[in-house]
């Protein structure tokens, strides 16, 4: 089925739905067709447009090869024409990147955790600093960001962290920052001046509600203890920590910072939901696109995906092959953080583009 096709089946269906809506039987229906008839109105609205620029596209050229238009209504024309002409594409895309399959995710708030990987303490100190990257992103987009965890290494580092990001869209903003994020600088200790590599892992989870995934009472070992800070040293003279075992996956969530053991437990069965649905996300994913060669990143731990290298002032991204020298902005969470975050937006829409032409 060719594109122009699929757009009048949209438009049919639009107009069904619309039909269906106002007959006073519509009953329980109702909602159903409500929400699909929402979710098409932009996308039919874009259609429109495009039917529109193409049929006065096809109007301009006529004018233009009638040999009895005068010379101002033709110079008038091939203005119009050249706008047309840049128009069209832009219409064309925007209408195929509508047409293509939604991540039910994007709209979904977002957990994030991340932890120091090799490198020690200096491994620690760019753990904390990635972590504050996504803070003051958060706080430019005007979204919420509300620590859930955070062991610190007593020096300025975390050993690990984890927020909930709220706001509108922030998975599809933040889903591709999953993985290896390696810095390259000198550290403070470094009496000789050498540059050290080092790394933290950065996972980004779409937060999952009740209703997405079911965890059945059964298939949880809840462990309560006593909550110690860093060194070992008590911080709390009650068992308020918990930790959360999934026993099918193995998947365990600890969480100690509150001090109610009713408020650990509800932030740990927030991250858990979440990991068990990111996982199943995954798993689904990885059946879709066994085909796929081009995905920007398959949010794998593992998979070195960025390197910050501060002696140079750069910061490139190894899967769009883009490096940017800003890298205090990109640390910031400022311009340059969201300079690379539209460009794999944009090089994973060309690709989806690519397979579904």
Known sequence: MNLEDKLEMLIKRHDELRDAMARPDAGSDYAKHSKEFSDLTPIVDSINLLK?????????QGLLADPACDPEMKKMAEEELRGLDKQVPDLTRQVQLALLPKDEADEKNAIIE??????GDEAGL??????RMYQRYAENQRWKFEVLSLSDTGIGGVKEASASITGRGVFAKLKFESGVHRVQRVPVTEAGGRIHTSAATVAVLPEAEEVDIVINDKDLR????RASGPGGQSVNTTDSAVRIVHIPTGVTVQQQDEKSQHKNKEKAMKILRSR???????????????SRKGQVGSGDRSERIRTYNFPQGRVTDHRINLTLYKIEDVMNGGNGLQELIDALVSHDQADRLAEYA
């Open 276 to 290: 068990l649905y990111e996982a199943e996300r995954a798993r689904v994913d990885a059946e879709r696109s066994a």
């Open 114 to 119: 991340v932890r120091a990987g090799t490198g």
């Open 222 to 225: 809840i462990d309560v203890f």
């Open 126 to 131: 760019f753990a904390a600093q990635l972590f």
């Open 52 to 60: 529109k620029a193409n049929a006065d596209r096809r109007e301009m």
